[in-house]
């Protein structure tokens, strides 16, 4: 037979023994599930980003980014008026979509563009983005089921669709070209290290 004694606080040394084994056994199981909500989180930001990476080349990989949203416009655009909650997951959709891809132009491609003497076309591409960030908001905030939504959804993709042309057929071909080609791959390295962070 066992025999619980007190040490010189009044506290039985057993009890103490047993809360420190299960105090460690969750502190393990609490660390365990931290790392693997680390390995999910990471998974699916490299399933997010390796679109954009298997794309190849900066150009190439924003071109497809910007397919992939017309796609979305698509889709909200064949909705039905009473489908407010698909209407309001794919805004959602489109919300980020639009938001991994800003950042990777904002924080890479837009300065890259202004150190090779394009300031004035970078600014111009930077002030649309402000725009799409309006669209959006009004988007966001106004009746999904309202009769002006595909309205001013439509209105927001022609002012997308230019800024895509203006982009893929003016801008990044003058970039790219006056690049060096580590250059060009130190530019795509940078922009998906961009887009990882809000994949």
Request: proline residues 3%.
């Amino acid at each position: 037979m066992t025999t619980i004694e007190r040490d010189s606080k009044g506290r039985y040394a057993a009890g103490e023994e047993r809360h420190g084994t299960s105090a460690a056994k969750l502190g393990l199981a609490a660390a365990a599930g931290a790392a693997v909500g680390m390995v999910a989180m990471l998974g699916r930001k490299t399933a997010m980003q390796a679109p954009t990476i298997l794309a190849g080349d900066w150009p190439k990989a924003l071109a497809m980014e910007h397919k992939a949203v017309l796609k979305i416009f698509d889709a909200i655009e064949q909705t039905q008026t009473r489908a407010v909650a698909r209407r309001t997951m794919l805004l959602t959709q489109l919300k980020h979509a639009i938001a991994k891809h800003a950042i990777e132009e904002e924080n890479v491609i837009y300065p890259a563009l202004r150190d090779a003497g394009q300031r004035e076309g970078a600014e111009e591409l930077i002030r649309e983005h402000g725009d799409v960030k309006h669209y959006l908001y009004d988007l966001e905030n106004m009746p999904k089921n309202a009769p002006e939504f595909l309205e001013m959804l439509r209105e927001f993709r022609r002012e997308v669709e230019e800024h895509i042309d203006d982009e893929e057929n003016r801008q990044f071909p003058a970039l790219f070209a006056s690049l060096s080609e580590e250059q060009n791959r130190k530019l795509t390295r940078a922009m998906n290290r961009e887009g990882f962070k809000l994949a």
